[in-house]
């Protein structure tokens, strides 16, 4: 099979995402070859392909759509640009790899997935926590019955981004009409990774909040408006019958923290901040460290840790899928399905009533 060709929008040399995680986790996966670049401007672009061996760098993203090298093209922009990036590369009949959210709403997802569907071109969205290794480990865990029968599934992000201050590149989240925001990027990420381990929410009650008028911009003193929400708390019951809480929480300026704890009635599992995974079982026994074992890493010794390394685990299930047939990266439809429950946590907080949570087949259904 020949190597997948890649072209890469959004390849800043100024610390941009895509340069921090998808081309050094591309550089690491033989069935992969990044054949192209682009920024906004020629220089950076030239730039990015220089450091990273890349033959071909524009300045206009058609021009890499286009391109007759480029067979996947990765969205790695702000959120707003998605839709007529994403649009652009299926019209080119490329397949897309697009950043979490696809879409800024339910309504502009639902149509991504319909006109990729439509062209015939596998999509795939950046929910790539999911496919971390040790988070795998976790699912493998709980389905094998180390905790016995789950009772309760807790979930705490608490960081200090998107808060009282914030870098002036990131002025635009502060704006709720860009669907970049605590809710849409916090929230979404850890409950889709929460979710990915035990399973969907049957029902659920919400607050989602916001507790900053204002954010400086740490680089110019700027004070801007701040319309989105800084802070989400739900609890609920998943599919299961198991008890559901979470709290997320921007803006955190100390004492910050990242974990999920699963509760059973064998015994307990944590991930860490890592996504690395603790356990004990039986009665007032200490957590210990569960190395997540070597068949979980799906790709050569690389080096590559933290986010290009869960980042080269999306790229792998890709490449699997593209090769065997399976589904295991995430596709436009998975981003739906998280965007409905974003809306459900949304109008559970606004109504103050507790919400059934429906699949999108439900939604479908009359």
């Given amino acids: 099979m020949r190597r997948i060709r890649v072209g890469v929008i959004g390849a800043s040399t100024r610390g941009g995402w895509a340069t921090l995680t998808h081309l050094p986790a591309l550089k690491a996966l033989p069935p992969y070859e990044v054949t192209a670049v682009s920024t906004t401007r020629r220089d950076s672009a030239e730039e990015t392909a220089r450091r990273f061996g890349v033959p071909h760098a524009f300045d206009r993203a058609e021009a890499l759509v286009a391109h007759p090298e480029v067979d996947l093209v990765v969205v790695s922009v702000r959120g707003p640009e998605h839709e007529r990036l994403v649009r652009a590369a299926v019209d080119a009949g490329k397949h897309v790899l697009c ?41 493998d865990l709980v389905a094998d019955g180390y905790v016995g029968r789950l009772r309760s599934a807790t979930l705490r992000v608490a960081i200090p981004m998107m808060g009282a201050q914030r870098p002036a590149a990131a002025a635009y989240t502060a704006d709720a009409a860009n669907g970049v925001n605590t809710l849409t990027i916090l929230a979404a990420h850890y409950l889709d990774t929460l979710l990915a381990v035990v399973g969907g929410i049957r029902d659920v009650s ?161």
């Fill in 99 to 139: 950043e979490w959210p696809a879409g800024t709403s339910t309504a502009q997802t639902a149509a991504m997935l319909a006109r990729a569907e439509s062209a015939g071109v596998r999509h795939v969205v950046g929910l790539q926590r999911r496919l971390a290794p040790g988070v795998r480990y976790l699912k």
């Fill in 206 to 366: 919400a607050v989602v909040a916001r507790q900053f008028d204002h954010t400086v911009l740490v680089e110019t003193g700027e004070s801007v408006p701040v319309t989105s929400p800084d802070q989400v708390l739900l609890s609920g019951t998943l599919q299961s019958g198991a008890v559901l809480s979470a709290h997320i929480e921007a803006g955190k300026r100390s004492g910050g923290d990242v974990g999920i704890t699963l509760t059973g009635t064998e015994g307990d599992l944590v991930l860490r901040g890592d996504l690395t995974v603790a356990g004990t079982r039986g009665e007032g026994t200490p957590l210990e460290t569960l190395p997540t074992p070597e068949h979980y890493l799906w790709l050569p010794a690389s080096g590559l840790s933290g986010e290009p390394l869960e980042v080269a685990h999306l790229y792998a299930a890709f490449a699997r899928d593209l090769a065997e047939g399976t589904r295991l990266a995430p596709t436009f439809h998975d981003a739906l399905e998280l965007h409905r429950l974003l809306d459900t946590l949304v109008e559970a907080s606004e109504t103050g009533r507790r919400m059934a949570v429906r699949s999108s087949a439900e939604a479908r259904s009359p």
